[in-house]
Each structure stands twice: as C-alpha cells, then as structure tokens.
T-cell receptor, first 114, second 116 residues
Framework: GENVEQHPSTLSVQEGDSAVIKCTYS??????FPWYKQELGKRPQLIID?????GEKKDQRIAVTLNKTAKHFSLHITETQPEDSAVYFC?????????????FGQGTTLQVKP | GAVVSQHPSWVICKSGTSVKIECRSL??????MFWYRQFPKQSLMLMAT?????????EQGVEKDKFLINHASLTLSTLTVTSAHPEDSSFYIC????????????FGPGTRLTVL
C-alpha cells in the first residue's frame, strides 16, 4: 500500500545551522507533497508544499526539493532559530484519483539549541 | 482564509458513553473532510474520509460502527465515538480541503479525548 518514510526521527542542531529532513514515498502516482509543522498539543500547520511539476520551491528560510525519479523529497531549513523547534511531518497524496487523502511520514522532532 | 474549527477542544467521559466531535470549515466549503487520530509522539493516522452527502470511506482497521461520521453540509462533519473505552483516548484532528481544490488541506485545532 501507500507508504511514506521520514528520516531522521529526531534532529538536534545549533541555532543558525541548517536542518534537512528527508522523505521517500512508495506511490509513483503521488503528485502533491506538503510539509507540516506541529507544536506540542497544537494543530499541524502547513509550512510549504510542492507539486510534481516542480523540482524545488523556496519560501524565505524554508525550501523543499523533489526528485520524482527517486521518489523522495526533502525539507531544508536554513539559519535555524529556537522557534523552529517542533515536530515536522511530510506527506504525499495523489488528489486526482484519491480525493486528496494524505499519507504522512512518521515525523521528525527538531530541536534548535540557542 | 482556510480556517477549520473543532469542538470541543477537549472532553473527558466515562467508559461506555458516546462522544461527538464537530469539525467546521469557517470560511470555505469543503466537499471532503478527513479525520485523523494521533497518539502521543506519533504521526497522524488517517481514520476516514468524510464526503459531503455520502457515506464516509474508512481506512483499513478502523471500525465504522464505532467511529460514526456524518458530513451533512459543505461546512460541517461530525465524528461520534460510540461506546468509548480507555483505549480510544487520543487526540482527534480533522482537516478540510478548499472547495475548488482537493490537494491543500487545513487542519482543525484537534480534540483531546480522555475516556476514564
């Protein structure tokens, strides 16, 4: 079945360093890949997304890259700040045939040390 | 835009009772809403897809008679946990997609259910 693998499960970086989280997906028909940030006890917040017709997308300190051939995509956070500390989830879906059902990765707990 | 609300934000109930959770899209219409369950320090597990005006589609392993879903309008879906037991205690989150697009989803704030 559809599956999304996310690594690492935990990531600790020093403030100002970069953080990279990687995900692989199994369904080659997937064409939409969002990233969510979730703080403890809060709702997941969409931080960036990418569609399969694009290889890279950037929004200030956050960027996402997609390699459709290898079926993997990555989240890059530059100049990390303590407020970036949270759990990050990647997801994949194929909206055109599957009503937009998202399959989530296992999550990465990012800790940014001041 | 794209605000999703949930009610209640938390609920404590006795074992054997039923609990209803509401999910509303406040500023857009959603033909499809999704219900997730999240245990502590774990990922979001999709329970079911709620379609306006039709029966919900449940994921494998989710009991449809235990988790009743109703999507009566384009802005409201409800999840009823019937005969709740302590193992049903979890964080339940809904999401909804904009009416004209089925990819971007926005999440509600979640409902913390504790069954005693």
């Amino acid at each position: 079945g559809e599956n999304v693998e996310q690594h690492p499960s935990t990531l600790s970086v020093q403030e100002g360093d970069s953080a990279v989280i990687k995900c692989t997906y199994s369904d080659s028909a997937s064409n939409y890949f969002p990233w969510y940030k979730q703080e403890l006890g809060k709702r997941p917040q969409l931080i960036i997304d990418i569609r399969s017709n694009v290889g890279e997308k950037k929004d200030q300190r956050i960027a996402v890259t997609l390699n459709k051939t290898a079926k993997h995509f990555s989240l890059h956070i530059t100049e990390t700040q303590p407020e970036d500390s949270a759990v990050y989830f990647c997801a994949a879906s194929r909206p055109s045939s599957n009503t937009g059902k998202l399959i989530f990765g296992q999550g990465t707990t990012l800790q940014v040390k001041p | 835009g794209a605000v999703v609300s949930q009610h209640p934000s938390w609920v404590i109930c006795k074992s054997g009772t039923s609990v209803k959770i509401e999910c509303r899209s406040l500023d857009f219409q959603a033909t499809t809403m999704f219900w997730y369950r999240q245990f502590p320090k774990q990922s979001l597990m999709l329970m079911a897809t709620s379609n306006e005006g039709s029966k919900a589609t449940y994921e494998q392993g989710v009991e449809k008679d235990k988790f009743l879903i109703n999507h009566a309008s384009l802005t409201l879906s409800t999840l009823t946990v019937t005969s709740a037991h302590p193992e049903d205690s979890s964080f339940y989150i809904c999401s909804a997609g904009p009416y004209l697009s089925t990819d971007t989803q926005y999440f509600g704030p979640g409902t913390r259910l504790t069954v005693l």
